[in-house]
């Protein structure tokens, strides 16, 4: 049932700046509402002034813009190196939530933060902003939660600059598990009554956590998420992500998307929390004891990608909802690449051909362009995820470029046993975009049934009639996991 105001309208009147410190409101429901604005704070962080305060883009040199400062994180860190961990941020919450009151009694959170191989400089400024613009009396504790970093900065240093903040604690994994079972271990924990999840690259903006919680103590069957602002990973500008408030949705191939709320469902006050059936991912609070009815998350999840679905679908299946909290904004720095390496069986990567001693190259690739032949890219640091050399196997038994979890949507595709093989627009529909790779070494097409050749000196890729003794028809599957290239052809003849 929502609530209503009895004096608000009044107050607003005589005290514009807000609705005074420490005043209480009665509601009609009987529960206490109150300013929770920091206001100290606020006029803290409208003094502050240098490069990168306020959010405002840092003024980046060319050398600035090497490509080492990004190898190791995916976002500019000599940049982040730059401007203070305490920084100020913009405050581009709708006006409306500079007037908004929460209840008087709010429950507490522990704030999980999974964190792997995280620069120095953006671990620090998600604390420190967590510091300065959260209640004290809110946060139960900061659980940092190491999924087996192996950066030195990440050790002991890091627990002796912690020390100073009495309410961190730091667990660490005793192996690599990636994100899910990472944020399990630090929700395993947790002692607080809600959990707060957070990347550890994010900045939490004025009065981001009040808004939050007050949507889980009136209905603790509920999963909230803060609008997710972007910070560059160029310059660390902080603005909204385009369209701003947007519901998270999906479509027939599970690609997370964001899309407009439709008039007829918009708010009267579109600063006012609305429904959303998918949420983003990474950041959100949910009532501990609840999260736990619902059964966690999955812990076979590896890595990352896919648990926003799990945990989604489980909240409205079992009578909660899921709300977007337009007052709650939070940073977070989407990287440019991901910089860490993802353990082999969740990504399949380079395509090289045995005659040739080339790969397979999607580097011009767009829809309709035909795949061609380059010289392979060097692995190790330099192999990054922008690079146009990887390729998954996708459980429609296609070939698309890109690894597991930002799969592009081109796929291989043919025409005939004897046309250029393509990218075209993956349809889902096996025929032209079916493919298995043999024990051979060829890549067989069965609806044609002819296999992929190429030609090494004009460096081109093309249909022919299966021949496996030619070198140039086998081809090499790099760092590939055996075990998923066999359940990819366990329908494929050999
Ligand atoms: N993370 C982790 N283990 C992993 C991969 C990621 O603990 O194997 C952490 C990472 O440090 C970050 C969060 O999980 O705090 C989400 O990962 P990331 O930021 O790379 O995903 P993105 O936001 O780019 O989708
Ligand atoms: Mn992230």
């Known amino acids: 049932m929502r609530a209503f105001p009895v004096i608000i309208i009044w107050i607003k009147e005589t005290l514009p700046l807000g609705l005074g410190d420490g005043q209480l409101f009665t509601w009609t429901d009987g529960l206490k509402r109150k300013d929770w604005h920091d206001y100290e704070s ?9 490069k990168g305060e306020h959010g405002k883009p840092y003024p980046l040199t060319e050398e ?12 500019n860190i000599f940049v982040s190196n730059n401007i203070a961990l305490e920084r100020s941020l913009p405050d581009i919450r709708h006006p409306n939530c500079k007037h908004k009151v929460y209840l008087e009694t709010l429950p507490n959170t522990s704030i999980i933060i999974p964190f792997h191989n995280e620069g120095w400089t953006s671990l620090l400024r998600t604390i420190h902003s967590i510091i300065n613009r959260t209640p004290d009396s809110l946060i139960a504790e900061i659980i940092l939660v190491d999924d087996f970093s192996d950066r030195e900065h990440l050790k002991e240093k890091l627990e002796e600059y912690m020390v100073r903040f009495a309410k961190v604690r730091i667990v660490r994994t005793k192996k690599r598990e990636g994100l899910i079972r990472t944020r399990l271990l630090g929700a395993s924990l947790a002692r607080g009554e809600v ?17 939050l919680l007050n949507q889980i103590a009136l209905n603790h069957k509920t999963i909230v998420c803060p609008m997710i602002d972007v910070i560059d990973h160029n310059h660390f500008g902080y603005e909204a992500q385009a369209g701003d408030a947007m519901r998270g949705a999906f479509d027939w191939e599970m690609y997370y998307k964001r899309i407009p709320i439709p008039p007829e469902l918009q ?22 004891k609840w999260f736990w009815e619902l059964g966690g998350y999955d812990p076979g999840l590896e890595i990352w990608g896919g648990e926003q679905y799990e945990i989604s679908f489980k909240v409205w299946m079992c009578g909660g909802g899921m709300y977007d909290v337009p007052c709650s904004r939070v940073g977070h720095i989407y990287r440019k690449y991901v910089p860490y390496k993802v353990p082999s069986g969740t990504s399949l990567a380079r395509i090289r051909n045995v005659a040739a001693n080339l790969c397979v190259d999607s580097k011009h690739g767009a829809t309709g362009t035909e795949l061609r032949l380059d010289i392979c890219v060097k692995d190790g640091s330099e192999r990054t995820w922008s690079h146009e050399q990887l390729f998954t196997f996708g459980w429609r038994e296609d070939i698309r470029p890109g690894e597991p979890l930002h799969t592009r949507k081109f796929c291989f595709d043919a025409i005939s046993h004897s046309s250029p093989v393509t990218l075209y627009d993956c349809h889902g529909m096996k025929g032209n975009q079916h493919w298995s790779y043999r024990k051979d070494k060829t890549l067989f097409h069965p609806v044609s049934s002819s296999c992929i050749d190429c030609n090494p000196a004009e460096k081109k890729i093309f249909m022919n009639r299966c021949d496996p003794l030619s070198e140039t028809q086998q081809w090499i599957f790099e760092h590939i996991n055996m075990t998923v290239l066999e359940k990819f052809n366990s329908k494929a003849s050999s």
Not at 42 to 50: F, L, T, W
């Open 42 to 50: 606020i006029q803290k962080d409208a003094m502050r002034s240098g």
């Open 64 to 75: 600035d813009h090497d490509d080492s400062a990004y190898r190791e994180n995916g976002f």
């Open 195 to 211: 959990l707060t999840f957070l990347d550890s690259h994010c900045e939490v903006n004025v009065n981001w956590l009040p808004p």
């Open 267 to 288: 708010r009267a006050d579109p600063s006012d929390p609305f429904e959303s059936p998918v949420m983003a991912g990474g950041l959100f609070a949910v009532n501990r």
